[in-house]
């Protein structure tokens, strides 16, 4: 297994990049929605509007666009504003998701 990281980490690692790299170029033009720094893992942090709950911002894309994203007291974030997603999730999907995400919270706010 040691020996077979070699082959799959690089393929993680370029993942993760690019859709970072991809969520970035997105979110520079959505003023609604930023990325706080990443720190390291497979997760990245959308800050958005707290006019909406993170429960309910999660509910409602689940819902009404078919993205899964989790609200950030999931992740022990003290207040609202914070959607966390998964960076290993494969480009394509990944970049049609984002789009629903930005498109949904841009039309509610």
Same mark, same amino acid.
């Given at each position: *297994?040691?020996?077979?990281? #070699?082959?799959?980490?690089? #393929?993680?690692?370029?993942?993760?990049?690019?859709?970072?790299?991809?969520?970035?170029?997105?979110?520079? @033009?959505?003023? &609604?929605?930023?990325?706080? #720094?990443?720190?390291?893992?497979?997760?990245? /942090?959308? #800050? /958005?509007? &707290? %006019?909406?709950?993170?429960?309910?911002?999660? /509910?409602? *894309?689940?819902?009404?666009?078919?993205?899964? /994203? =989790?609200?950030? =007291?999931?992740?022990?974030?003290?207040?609202?504003?914070?959607?966390?997603?998964?960076? *290993?999730?494969?480009?394509?999907?990944?970049?049609?998701?984002?789009?629903? $995400?930005? %498109? =949904? $919270? @841009?039309?509610? @706010?």
């Amino acid at each position: *297994l040691l020996e077979f990281r #070699k082959t799959v980490q690089p #393929k993680i690692m370029e993942r993760l990049r690019s859709n970072l790299c991809w969520l970035d170029r997105q979110t520079a @033009s959505c003023r &609604e929605v930023t990325r706080p #720094k990443v720190e390291g893992g497979w997760y990245a /942090v959308l #800050k /958005v509007p &707290e %006019a909406v709950s993170d429960e309910d911002w999660a /509910v409602d *894309l689940l819902a009404m666009e078919g993205v899964l /994203v =989790h609200p950030g =007291h999931f992740y022990n974030f003290p207040d609202e504003g914070h959607l966390v997603i998964s960076l *290993l999730t494969d480009g394509p999907v990944f970049r049609e998701g984002i789009g629903r $995400i930005l %498109a =949904h $919270i @841009s039309k509610s @706010s």
